[in-house]
């Protein structure tokens, strides 16, 4: 099972782009990469999965290099409503060996005026 | 559609007492899971399951059990609370193939044993 590390902790002004970087070297063949966002007193919400290379959709940008031992979560013009916990999550569902998916610590992004 | 649907929302306990949170998916999904989550914490996985029928442990499996009778319903049960159990607790809900890591979660059971 792939172990993710994400720092603790980011601040950011409205406005700016935020990049959210998580660590996985043990990442296996199989194993997608997703992203979560949490509010506080609410369960995780999806945000964005990826495989390899760049996917984007209509609230962020996901940065796949080729050794797919890290991502980046990127989070253009923030404003406070983005401030919030991101977690990055890495697991394979493909097999039986799948469904133990595991989170790190994640990232808490505070948004500042 | 409701998507995932935790009860109770809330409850309290004293150390010793029984009690089961039950969690409901109307997406057909296929795997379920139950994380607790501590102050200012993370998620950690308690029990999750692959199918109807099957169940297995997670990263802090001890003092709670599981069933999966129905593949629309995974119950998760405290048979002697204990303080150390106070938490909130998610249940989610994801589907077979590559939207498998896609959890959809639950608003979330606030737990206090007292």
């Known amino acids: 099972l792939a172990k993710t590390t994400q720092p603790i902790s980011m601040d950011s002004y409205e406005g700016q782009e935020v990049n959210i970087t998580c660590s996985h070297n043990?990442?296996?063949?199989?194993?997608?990469i997703t992203w979560y966002q949490q509010f506080p007193s609410q369960g995780p919400r999806f945000i964005i999965q990826?495989?390899?290379t760049k996917v984007t959709n209509e609230v962020a940008s996901l940065f796949i290099p080729a050794d797919r031992k890290s991502s980046t979560l990127s989070l253009p013009r923030v404003s406070l409503s983005d401030t919030a916990v991101y977690y990055c999550?890495?697991?394979?569902?493909?097999?039986?060996?799948?469904?133990?998916?595991?989170f790190g610590q994640g990232t808490e992004l505070s948004v500042k005026p | 559609n409701a998507g995932v649907t935790q009860t109770p929302k809330f409850r309290v306990l004293k150390t010793g007492q029984s009690m089961t949170l039950l969690c409901a998916q109307d997406?057909?999904?296929?795997?379920m899971y139950w994380y607790r989550q501590d102050p200012g914490m993370g998620l950690r996985l308690i029990h999750y399951?692959?199918?109807?029928?099957?169940?297995a442990k997670g990263e802090v499996p001890d003092g709670y059990n599981v069933s999966r009778l129905k593949k629309q319903n995974f119950l998760l049960g405290l048979e002697s609370a204990a303080p150390s159990q106070t938490s909130v607790y998610f249940c989610?809900?994801?589907?077979?193939?590559?939207?498998?890591?896609?959890?959809?979660f639950g608003a979330g059971s606030r737990l206090t044993v007292l």
């Open positions: 989610a809900s994801s589907q077979i193939g590559a939207g498998a890591n896609v959890l959809t």
């Open positions: 043990n990442i296996a063949t199989n194993d997608y």
């Open positions: 990826g495989y390899k």
């Open positions: 999550l890495v697991g394979d569902m493909k097999n039986n060996q799948g469904g133990k998916l595991i």
């Open positions: 997406m057909n999904h296929e795997y």
């Open positions: 399951s692959v199918g109807e029928g099957t169940t």
